[in-house]
């Protein structure tokens, strides 16, 4: 015979907590006693950003730690090796240090405080020397340090510190150069240049790339190369490039005439706009007025007369920072109703005040606060609204001060 042996069937409260706590750190995980509270992530408006870039569906602003941060549209791994959720910003994976920023449409590429040009996206089509492509964060090797980069549709090019500037990538209208052009890799209806030639030998002070164009400001003066729908103003006569990836299309440079003292410049797809003396001068396209002529038909260089200290440009509108930091803006069917800039022809952009940057996409201007923060104005029902950019943000305990937060974008 078994003798009885006394035993407790049930547990007290503090006990089953106990037991079932127990069960879920095995699952879960559990601090231990004395570690530091969970992090909490929570949306809040990106800041410390201290230069900006748009490419056709994205853009990328370097912090004031040197870390890039993107957002948008990441169909080719433009946002580097993360998807971002619409309009939050996402760091870009092995970029610290970086000093300059551009993006394309298919890409996008930083050059660090050391001269390095770091480039991701863009798939094969944008393959340099490296041999290397895709959501990572690749270097591509250029001889000498960069100073600056530009990005178009699928091409991009470096200014390097002597004034060089050197162009690869997708060429069909000649827009990266014509030396050493074969089909691209993985489309044999483009040409490419898969190496980076050598364009401009000297004395470049900045660059921008559109869809089928590049231009350089060059001791004052605009030269471009590429569509002859942007380049048919030059001084010398039109450039036989086409969409079409013309066999006879050059790709040489040709000077914008009537254009001096030039400081800044922007291209949208199939326009450009430049900063100089006598306000904002535009050509190329001018579809839904973007150049600020009075006829849709003309391609000729238009003044605006405005004091600007810098421009950007969209595929429907283009902007200029004007000396007191607000926006002025002209074309766009989304620009109708807004109060006009006497004697110009454009209008004051709603809320866009205290800034220093602009940058645009395809349809949306986005702006640089002298706050480091930054905003994107979209077209929307009752014309352009304003969102304010976001990024994840960490807080040891409690939630983000309200002020910081922001509506998210749908």
Known sequence: ??????????????????????????????????????????????????????????????LRSGRVMCWGDNTWGQLGARASDGLLAVDVPG?????????????????????????????????????????EAYRVEMGAPVAKVAAGYAHTCALLVDGSVHCWGVTCSGQAGVVARRECPSESQRLCVVEPSKIVESDVTALSAGEGHTCVIKEGQVWCWGEELVTNTASDGPNPCSERCDPQCEGRPTRIAGIEGAVAISSGSRHVCVVEPRGLVCWGSNADGRTGAASELSSEPNVIPLVAQGVATTDEFSCALTSDGSAACWGGRVLTGIDRVPGTGAVHLPGAMGLKQLAGTSRALCALHTSEKVSCWFPGAGGLQEVKIEAWAEQTSGLLPSESLNEQHH
């Open 1 to 62: 015979m078994l003798s009885k042996i006394p035993f407790r069937t049930l547990l007290t409260p503090l006990e089953l907590l106990a037991c079932v706590l127990s069960v879920a750190c095995a699952f879960i995980g559990c601090a231990e006693p004395g570690s530091p509270p969970p992090v909490k992530y929570e949306r809040a408006q990106l800041s410390g950003v201290v230069k900006l870039a748009a490419g056709r569906e994205h853009a990328c602003a370097i």
């Open 95 to 135: 970029i610290d240090n970086a000093a300059e920023i551009a993006c394309g449409e298919v890409q996008s590429c930083a050059v660090t405080a050391a001269g390095e040009l770091w480039c991701w996206g863009g798939g094969i089509w944008l393959a340099s020397a490296s041999g290397r492509s895709g959501t």
